[in-house]
C-alpha cells in the first residue's frame, strides 16, 4: 500500500506561482510512475504531468507545457509540480497519484494510489 500526502495549494494572483509536493510512504515506489491530476466541479479528472522514477522522462499536458515542471527527489521520496504564471484556469484541486506498474498513463484508472488533493485558486 502506498499513501501520498499533497501539500503547497493556496490563493494565488494571475501570474503568480506555486509549488506543490506530495510526499510517498508505505513501500517503495520507485520504478513506478507518478503523475498529478486536477479536477474542478463538474468535470472529470485531467491529467496534468506524470514522470517515471527510473527515467527522468517528464509528461505534460499540452495545457502547461512551459508553465508546470515536474520533478522528483528520490531520497525524500517526493515529487512536486512548479506552477509558474498561473491562470484563473488553472483553478482546481490538484492530487498526486502513483502507478503499480510501469507504465506511464495519462487516465485516471492508470493509477492505482491517491492523495487526498490540495486547492489550487488563481484570482485576478
Do not use: H
Request: glycine residues 10%.
Amino acid at each position: 500500500q502506498v499513501q501520498l500526502v499533497e501539500s503547497g495549494g493556496g490563493l494565488v494572483q494571475v501570474g503568480g506561482s506555486l509549488r506543490l509536493s506530495c510526499a510517498a510512504s508505505g513501500r517503495p515506489i520507485s520504478n513506478y510512475p507518478m503523475a498529478w491530476f486536477r479536477q474542478t466541479p463538474g468535470k472529470e479528472r485531467e491529467f496534468v504531468a506524470a514522470t517515471r522514477w527510473r527515467t527522468y522522462n517528464t509528461y505534460l499536458v499540452d495545457s502547461v507545457k512551459g508553465r508546470f515542471t515536474m520533478s522528483r527527489d528520490n531520497a525524500k521520496n517526493t515529487v512536486y509540480l512548479q506552477m509558474n504564471s498561473l491562470k484563473p484556469e488553472d483553478t482546481a484541486v490538484y492530487y498526486c497519484a502513483a502507478a503499480a506498474v510501469d507504465r506511464v498513463g495519462r487516465g485516471p484508472s492508470d493509477y492505482d494510489y491517491w492523495g487526498q488533493g490540495t486547492q489550487v485558486t488563481v484570482f485576478s
